[in-house]
């Protein structure tokens, strides 16, 4: 690959790599944002740097061939930004890359941090919020500038997403056949990654906005106080003024006039009327409270009221799951709740037993646990039937790697050497490659290889103890690269997984792994969650299988399995579904609908139909969830 870094004033120096119209081209400027030709595709966007104070764009020219890829850059800081991506990529792959390959990878480089950006522009916004609510009369000022500062800055990350967000969609569509198939689906994830950080952007406006109008709405309720204070005191003194007036009018028949005790008396009976009418208004406030509680204490109790029984999901609870039926189940893993199963209603029992009817009519074996994660109100099917796992075993594995690098044992930057022979299918071709490369292809585009890197390297550092420490059978992995095992095996797995990811707010490691599976390329129930309508984020690993000879139990590698962790609104859920069947088109709907099917029926996992979301004033009720920090999603809850 011929790669070029060059400001605008320097595009001269790109001629021995362009022809000469293509070079005047560039120097006229661009300004769509997308061009494709016959054997060249001509970007152009406004780079904004996020991580900076800058508020500055400058416009970046990318020029991208088979052979070439060219960066023109307007202004110094833009130069140095493309600079050090494309550095670090060369660096990592060895400087021999495709030019399709090392454009996806500057996108993905290009946009590395800002999901954490985006959290903590959230978490500044609800800090504010509580100020706005609570704080002093200079705090709240100090918030409305500080709104005025976001919504400028909002404004620049949408036109800025939308742009990439335009590019990567042109490139999926791939219109000149310039990318090859991986490299498109590539293109295909971050521009899904790029309509979500443009669906968070959007969402804090909304909150900007509505936090906006609470802050005004603030303001009109002081002015309210204030006018009603300036209302009782008038009211309290009009007999005064009554008084004060009968006795300016000066007319000459007035007996009190000329009475001794005229004075004392206007006095005393001055003092009455006021006392009279504070009393009044006290011994009617008082009544008004003997009926009811107070206005604040009703509201709190609204707010303290949807009370659950404590839960703590672990993998033990998953083990010692008992399941007698075939059928679909309810049952609980909450403890403290073993007398209280959800209850499906008719049409969500047929619904459910409907896709599993398409899976046994054709002897296909499915089995699922879906849990709600607050409450451990579950639905259970078949857990212990053993299928081919495929690629679903790289969610853990991925965790056991990073609990690796929590310990110190190895960093992301480590070596790892392969001892298996390579999949030909796969880009990991070299004889060693980093950990966090290697980690981030086993999940984000389920490469084989690189679990085998992986596995070469550290399965002997204690995979089977760390398999074992969550009563996972840890013999699983015995067969030669994947493994078969059951429902409830993947479930005790991906329990520990939830506990991981949610230490993601303090630990980078389970942060970057967070990251990792809401971007994987291929997720059976994300397409459910989409099919159910839920908008929720979706922490996966999927595996798929087609066996060609499927001649029985022990030379049947069909399968198709996903598990995840899902969050919808600050509720988390896990779902694991396990199935023997092959790889196909219609197997792939019918895993959705089956996904879709226990999705729609989450309502009855809550705690007695009282749903636990985000909180529902108006300034919060849009809350984004970003999916990036894992951590951030269940501090939600407890607001």
Same mark, same amino acid.
């Given at each position: 690959? =011929?790669?070029?870094?060059?400001?605008?004033?320097?595009?001269?120096?790109?001629?021995?790599?362009?022809?000469?119209?293509?070079?005047?081209?560039?120097?006229?400027?661009? &300004?769509?944002?997308?061009?494709?030709?016959?054997?060249?595709?001509?970007?152009?966007?406004?780079?904004?740097?996020?991580?900076?104070?800058?508020?500055?764009?400058?416009?970046?020219?990318?020029?991208?061939?088979?052979?070439?890829?060219?960066?023109?850059?307007?202004?110094?800081?833009?130069?140095?930004?493309?600079?050090?991506?494309?550095?670090?990529?060369?660096?990592?792959?060895? !400087?021999?890359?495709?030019?399709?390959?090392?454009?996806?990878?500057?996108?993905?480089?290009?946009?590395?941090?800002?999901?954490?950006?985006?959290?903590?522009?959230?978490?500044?916004? %609800?800090?504010?919020?509580?100020?706005?609510?609570?704080?002093?009369?200079? =705090?709240?000022?100090?918030?409305?500038?500080?709104?005025?500062?976001?919504?400028?800055?909002?404004?620049?990350?949408?036109?800025?997403?939308?742009?990439?967000?335009?590019?990567?969609?042109?490139?999926?569509?791939?219109?000149?056949?310039?990318?090859?198939?991986?490299?498109?689906?590539?293109?295909?994830?971050?521009?899904?990654? @790029?309509?979500?950080?443009?669906?968070?952007?959007? %969402?804090? /406006?909304?909150?900007?906005?509505?936090?906006?109008?609470? *802050?005004?709405?603030?303001?009109?309720? /002081?002015?309210?106080?204030?006018?009603?204070?300036?209302?009782?005191?008038?009211?309290?003194f009009l007999p005064l003024t009554l008084l004060t007036g009968? *006795?300016?009018?000066?007319?000459?028949?007035?007996?009190?006039? =000329?009475?001794? *005790?005229?004075?004392?008396?206007?006095?005393?009976?001055?003092?009455?009327?006021?006392?009279?009418?504070?009393?009044?208004?006290?011994?009617?406030?008082?009544?008004?409270?003997?009926? !009811?509680?107070?206005?604040?204490?009703?509201?709190?109790?609204?707010?303290?009221?949807?009370?659950?029984?404590?839960?703590?999901?672990?993998?033990?609870?998953?083990?010692?799951?008992?399941?007698?039926? &075939?059928?679909?189940?309810?049952?609980?893993?909450?403890?403290?709740?073993?007398d209280v199963v959800p209850q499906l209603s008719d049409e /969500?029992?047929?619904?459910?037993?409907?896709?599993?009817?398409?899976?046994?009519? %054709?002897?296909? =074996?499915?089995?699922?646990?879906?849990?709600?994660?607050?409450?451990?109100?579950?639905?259970?099917?078949?857990?212990?039937?053993?299928?081919?796992?495929?690629?679903?075993?790289?969610?853990?594995?991925?965790?056991?790697?990073?609990?690796?690098?929590?310990?110190?044992?190895?960093?992301?930057?480590?070596?790892?050497?392969?001892?298996? %022979?390579?999949?030909? !299918?796969?880009?990991?071709?070299?004889?060693?490659?980093?950990?966090?490369?290697?980690?981030?292809? @086993?999940?984000?585009?389920?490469?084989?290889?690189?679990?085998?890197?992986?596995?070469?390297?550290?399965?002997?550092?204690?995979?089977?103890?760390?398999?074992?420490?969550?009563?996972?059978?840890?013999?699983?992995?015995?067969?030669?690269?994947?493994?078969?095992?059951?429902?409830?095996?993947?479930?005790?797995?991906?329990?520990?997984?939830?506990?991981?990811?949610? /230490?993601?707010?303090?630990?980078?490691?389970?942060?970057?792994?967070?990251?990792?599976?809401?971007?994987?390329?291929?997720?059976?129930?994300?397409?459910?969650?989409?099919?159910?309508? @839920?908008?929720?984020?979706?922490?996966?690993? #999927? #595996?798929?299988?087609?066996? $060609?000879?499927?001649?029985?139990p022990e030379g049947d590698y069909n399968g198709m399995c996903?598990?995840?962790?899902?969050?919808?609104?600050?509720?988390?859920?896990?779902?694991?579904?396990?199935?023997?069947?092959?790889?196909?088109?219609?197997?792939?709907?019918?895993?959705?609908?089956?996904?879709?099917?226990?999705?729609?029926?989450?309502?009855?996992?809550?705690?007695?139909?009282?749903?636990?979301?985000?909180?529902?004033?108006?300034?919060? &009720?849009?809350?984004?969830?970003?999916?990036?920090?894992?951590?951030?999603?269940?501090?939600? $809850?407890?607001?």
């Amino acid at each position: 690959m =011929t790669h070029l870094v060059l400001p605008f004033h320097r595009m001269e120096e790109a001629a021995p790599y362009l022809d000469p119209k293509r070079l005047h081209y560039l120097h006229e400027g661009q &300004s769509e944002s997308f061009e494709s030709f016959e054997d060249f595709d001509l970007l152009a966007f406004d780079w904004y740097d996020i991580h900076s104070d800058r508020t500055e764009t400058a416009k970046i020219l990318v020029y991208v061939t088979q052979e070439a890829l060219f960066f023109f850059c307007e202004s110094q800081p833009a130069e140095t930004c493309v600079q050090g991506i494309m550095g670090e990529i060369l660096e990592q792959e060895g !400087g021999d890359l495709p030019a399709e390959q090392a454009l996806s990878r500057f996108f993905l480089r290009l946009l590395k941090g800002d999901m954490d950006y985006l959290d903590r522009f959230e978490g500044a916004v %609800n800090e504010a919020e509580a100020h706005i609510l609570s704080g002093t009369q200079a =705090t709240k000022k100090d918030v409305l500038h500080r709104i005025i500062a976001w919504r400028r800055e909002l404004l620049r990350l949408k036109r800025y997403y939308e742009q990439l967000s335009a590019i990567l969609d042109e490139l999926a569509a791939n219109e000149n056949q310039l990318l090859t198939r991986p490299v498109r689906r590539r293109m295909v994830i971050l521009g899904s990654r @790029m309509d979500r950080y443009l669906g968070a952007v959007r %969402n804090l /406006q909304d909150i900007v906005s509505q936090m906006r109008e609470a *802050y005004q709405s603030q303001l009109a309720i /002081q002015q309210n106080q204030l006018m009603k204070l300036f209302t009782v005191v008038t009211v309290v003194f009009l007999p005064l003024t009554l008084l004060t007036g009968w *006795y300016g009018m000066n007319f000459v028949g007035m007996p009190e006039l =000329t009475w001794k *005790y005229g004075y004392p008396v206007a006095i005393v009976v001055s003092v009455v009327i006021v006392v009279a009418l504070l009393i009044f208004g006290i011994s009617t406030s008082v009544s008004r409270c003997s009926q !009811g509680e107070a206005p604040e204490q009703q509201g709190a109790e609204q707010q303290s009221a949807p009370q659950t029984v404590a839960y703590d999901p672990t993998p033990e609870s998953v083990s010692a799951l008992q399941v007698s039926s &075939s059928g679909t189940v309810p049952v609980t893993l909450n403890a403290a709740r073993a007398d209280v199963v959800p209850q499906l209603s008719d049409e /969500q029992s047929a619904r459910i037993e409907e896709v599993v009817e398409s899976y046994t009519s %054709n002897e296909r =074996t499915v089995g699922f646990l879906f849990v709600n994660l607050k409450t451990g109100m579950a639905l259970a099917r078949d857990i212990d039937s053993e299928v081919y796992a495929a690629s679903s075993i790289k969610g853990p594995y991925a965790a056991y790697v990073c609990s690796l690098i929590d310990d110190g044992q190895i960093s992301r930057d480590t070596q790892c050497a392969n001892t298996w %022979n390579v999949d030909s !299918g796969s880009t990991r071709t070299e004889e060693s490659y980093s950990v966090e490369s290697l980690v981030s292809d @086993m999940i984000i585009w389920s490469d084989n290889n690189a679990l085998r890197f992986l596995r070469a390297s550290y399965d002997s550092l204690g995979f089977e103890d760390y398999l074992a420490s969550m009563n996972a059978d840890p013999t699983i992995m015995d067969e030669k690269y994947f493994a078969h095992y059951s429902t409830r095996t993947s479930a005790v797995m991906w329990m520990r997984i939830y506990q991981y990811l949610k /230490q993601a707010d303090a630990n980078e490691n389970a942060a970057w792994l967070a990251e990792l599976m809401s971007e994987t390329e291929i997720s059976f129930i994300r397409n459910g969650v989409d099919q159910a309508g @839920m908008d929720a984020v979706v922490y996966n690993k #999927g #595996g798929w299988c087609t066996d $060609e000879d499927d001649s029985g139990p022990e030379g049947d590698y069909n399968g198709m399995c996903d598990s995840a962790i899902i969050v919808e609104r600050g509720v988390p859920y896990l779902l694991t579904i396990m199935t023997d069947t092959p790889y196909t088109e219609p197997n792939v709907e019918l895993f959705s609908d089956m996904a879709a099917a226990l999705l729609d029926a989450r309502w009855t996992l809550d705690d007695q139909a009282q749903r636990v979301m985000t909180r529902v004033d108006t300034v919060t &009720s849009n809350v984004h969830i970003v999916p990036d920090a894992f951590g951030k999603l269940f501090a939600v $809850e407890q607001k």
